[in-house]
């Protein structure tokens, strides 16, 4: 099974509420990502999971907080969103061989469409 | 840090043409990684290059890796219609990884 799922497909949240973004994958990677995505832009780095442990963090406003409940399992919380966090969020993972993120080939996940309103 | 600039930005050929899209990193790249990424998809890996002056293969495509490990392109000979997408190169340096701003292929049949 090489694939990473990710849900909900679409969601549309005011910049009040409190959502949350799910990734799982069943490769055994243990090196997991969160992406932003805007139109026509490459993928964005946001965070990297390694080992279940936050590796990496971009410089990612608070109102994002990654978690990593077990080696499968990746959720974006999101709270007091801004109309400009709107984009295509997307997850990736990829064995961990300890050379960071592009050491292996990433796969990643359809990705989940947000609309902050 | 490490910039990746990826060119063309736009490309529009007609089916049976054959397409090349660049990448050059501000600084010497570990290795480079190549994703596709269809219109409404998500990116997809296509291959990595680690070898200085590596050139690998893969059915229409061709993918070389500068001897200076700079610098990388993907040329694809006689475009097909499935072949549409952004292209992107993923230049790899000291645990960091940095996509380019892609090449945008659409081809007419």
């Known amino acids: 099974d090489t694939e990473v799922t990710q849900t909900p497909k679409h969601l549309v949240m005011g910049m009040t509420n409190k959502k949350s973004l799910k990734c799982e994958q069943h490769?055994?990677?243990?090196?997991m990502y969160w992406y932003k995505q805007k139109a026509k832009k490459p993928p964005e780095l946001m965070f990297v999971y390694s080992y279940e442990k936050l590796s990496i963090n971009e410089s990612v406003p608070s109102r994002f907080s990654p978690e990593c409940p077990n080696s499968s399992l990746l959720n974006l919380h999101l709270h007091a969103l801004q109309p400009e966090d709107s984009a295509l969020y997307l997850c990736?993972?990829?064995?961990?061989?300890?050379?960071?993120?592009?050491?292996?080939?990433?796969?990643f996940g359809p990705g989940t469409r947000l609309t902050v309103t | 840090g490490q910039q990746v600039m990826q060119i063309p930005q736009y490309q529009h050929v007609q089916e049976g043409e054959d397409f090349t899209t660049y990448c050059n990193s501000s600084?010497?790249?570990?290795?480079i990684q190549w994703y596709k990424q269809r219109p409404g998809g998500h990116p997809v890996f296509l291959i990595q290059?680690?070898?200085?002056?590596e050139v690998k293969k893969q059915k229409r495509l061709t993918f070389q890796f500068g001897e200076a490990k700079k610098n990388s392109s993907l040329h694809i000979t006689a475009t097909q219609t499935t072949d549409v997408g952004t292209y992107f190169c993923?230049?790899?340096?000291?645990?960091?990884?940095?996509f380019g701003a892609g090449t945008r292929l659409t081809v007419k049949p």
């Open positions: 990736a993972s990829s064995q961990e061989g300890g050379g960071g993120p592009g050491y292996y080939e990433q796969y």
């Open positions: 490769m055994g990677h243990r090196a």
């Open positions: 993923a230049g790899v340096n000291n645990n960091d990884m940095r």
């Open positions: 600084t010497t790249l570990s290795n």
């Open positions: 290059l680690v070898k200085s002056g």
